[in-house]
Nanobody
Framework: QMQPVESGGGLVQAGGSLTLSCVAS????????LGWFRQAPGKEREFVSV????????VYEDSVKGRFTISRDNANNTIYLQMNSLKTEDTGVYYC??????????????????WGQGTQVTVSS
């Protein structure tokens, strides 16, 4: 099974910025939404954002609205998550995954498959 590959994580101070990338190549990803999730230590994996195949529709979790921006470059099979004004509570492993349903953007974890290995984001105070 093909998997997306995330990159761009790292250590940053609160208030700083990072841009994550997710390369999702191949037919299994064509035409499908791609989403970002995160998992903090000791917590469940949670939804962050999702973008439609065209890039014309996006959904954000409330705590990241106005700070994070998801975008998509289908020519390069890549989605991005631009993260600004980072907070310590943004710390976690960030995962990219394919939405199961082509025409609907869903927050629910079970609506996604083809998970990447994740990239660590650590925000220090």
């Amino acid at each position: 099974q093909m998997q997306p590959v995330e990159s761009g994580g790292g250590l940053v101070q609160a208030g700083g910025s990072l841009t994550l990338s997710c390369v999702a190549s191949g037919a299994p990803f064509t035409g499908y939404p791609l989403g970002w999730f995160r998992q903090a230590p000791g917590k469940e994996r949670e939804f962050v954002s999702v973008i439609s195949w065209s890039g014309g529709s996006t959904v954000y979790e409330d705590s990241v609205k106005g700070r994070f921006t998801i975008s998509r470059d289908n020519a390069n099979n890549t989605i991005y998550l631009q993260m600004n004004s980072l907070k310590t509570e943004d710390t976690g492993v960030y995962y990219c995954a394919r939405g199961r349903y082509q025409t609907v953007l869903i927050r629910r974890l079970s609506a996604y498959d083809s998970w990447g290995q994740g990239t660590q984001v650590t925000v220090s105070s």
